[in-house]
Structures are given as C-alpha cells and as structure tokens.
C-alpha cells in the first residue's frame, strides 16, 4: 500500500484572536498538514473559522472565554470529532481535550491544566485530570487504532527537558508527582517523538517572555507528541519550529511538530 508523508503540528497560540496573523503566518509558510491547537482564550462562537478555512483549513473547536480552548484544523481531509472531553471530566466547562479522526488515525490534543500554585487544589485538579487522560489513553491502546495525543500538556518531563533545572524545583510543571504521571502515561505504551529521535539533545517548546530567555534559549519543554504503537513505525522526524517565537508579539511557545508516514 502506498504510503503519505504527514507534518502533524502543535501550537499553543496563546490567544487566537490577538495572534491570529501570527497563526496565518506560519500555516502560510510551513503548511503543516495536521495542527493541534491550544490557549484559544476565546469562545466557540468567535473563533476564527472563516480565516483559517482561507487559508486551506478544515476545523474543529471548543473555545471558552478567555482561557483554554484547543482546536484540530487539517488540510488533508476534514477532521471527524470524536470527543471533545476526556471520559469522566467533571467539569466539562474547561475546555482542554479535543479529538478528531483524520487520514484514518485518531488526533487528540490536549492543554493540560497548569497546576499552580502547587500544592493546592489546582495541582490536585492537574493530578486528576492527568489520571482521566491515563485512563482514556489506555483505552486508545487497548483498541488497537493508531493514534498521536499532542498537545501542551504542561509537564517538564526530565531535567534535560529545562534550562536549569533548579530554577523550576518549586513549580506545578517540574512536580515529581507530574513527571511520575507523564513517564507512567508513556509507559504504557506511548512514543515519545522528539525524545525517540533525539535522546540526548536540549530541545525546548516555551520560553518566558521576560529575562530575553528566547535569546538566552533559557527555555523548557512541556508540548509532547506521544504516538501509539500503531503509529510509531512511521516516525521519520521530529522538532520545533523556533521561528515564530522570535516574530513580534508572538505566543511564548513554538511550535512542535512531527513527521509520519501512513497509508
């Protein structure tokens, strides 16, 4: 069977609405194939659909006012929504899981909660929330379809994952409880695509506006790209597209994207 070669993407735009030509931008420039969207901060209603379909985008969304919101959009066929929340989520309000079929695999994409201040009970909602996208991921796994959960998921997985390291010991995103959640949702089963390809090197999605930390490259990363065993054979490239954050008025991410190949 011949195979198709995929760019699938994740950005944490960090508001739609005010970084709208940054998003136009960049889809302009490196036409990825497949984007996970997050931090809409903007409702269902004033999301920006027209624009992208301008620019050669299909879309899905769930927006909420003012914070979260994530987004599938695709140029390569229409994306299928499956869920739009993880099983079991309370508080359906927040708007952080969206999922959709697209090229015959399930795209999930994901903003995880932050978790600061940390400890309290927003670091006990990411905790839970982390254990509802176990519990779903497994399912995944368990039904054999190939499968990618990108997305911002608001975890510095190891130290090679920071700058340095000590400065984030007291953050939600540096917790041992949450790197303890990542590394047990990869275990079963998951690939990691920019530490599969590469194991030993500093590769960073965010980078705090102040202190120059894009120039000092004083960053971390916590947007992941977790492909299920179905997929994984096909992973031919992974990285960051570190242009965009050095555009003016730009999101305090990157993007990150990988390269599959699928039938």
């Known amino acids: 069977m011949p195979k198709r070669r995929l760019r699938i993407a994740s950005y944490n735009i960090n508001g739609i609405t005010t970084r709208l030509e940054i998003l136009l931008r960049w889809l302009g420039e490196c036409q990825p194939d497949i984007v996970g969207l997050q931090e809409l901060k903007t409702t269902s209603e004033n999301f920006p659909a027209q624009a992208i379909a301008d620019a050669g985008y299909s879309a899905i969304w769930h927006g909420q006012k003012s914070w979260n919101g994530v987004a599938i959009l695709s140029r390569v066929g229409e994306p299928v929504e499956t869920r739009r929340c993880l099983p079991g989520d309370p508080d359906t309000d927040q708007s952080r899981y969206i999922e959709a079929a697209v090229c015959g695999f399930l795209v999930g994409n994901m903003y995880a909660p932050n978790g600061n201040p940390w400890p309290g009970p927003k670091f006990d909602y990411k905790l839970k929330w982390m254990d509802r996208l176990h519990e779903h991921a497994q399912e995944l796994l368990d039904s054999g379809l190939p499968a990618i959960l990108i997305g911002d998921y608001n975890v510095i997985p190891t130290e090679l994952d920071a700058y340095k390291p000590d400065r984030w010991a007291k953050d939600a995103l540096f917790s041992l409880e949450a790197r303890e959640k990542y590394k047990v949702l990869a275990a079963q089963g998951w690939t990691d ?66 390269e599959l190949e699928v039938p």
Request: glycine share 6%; aromatic share 14%; hydrophobic share 40%.
């Open 193 to 258: 695509a920019i530490r599969f390809l590469h194991p030993d090197e500093r590769i960073y999605t965010f980078w705090h506006y102040w202190r120059n930390s894009f120039e000092r490259d004083a960053g971390i990363r916590i947007d992941h790209a977790l492909l299920s065993p179905a997929l994984a054979p096909g992973l031919k490239a992974a990285g960051v597209d570190r242009t965009p954050r050095g555009w003016e008025k730009t999101s305090d991410h990157a993007p990150m994207w990988v």
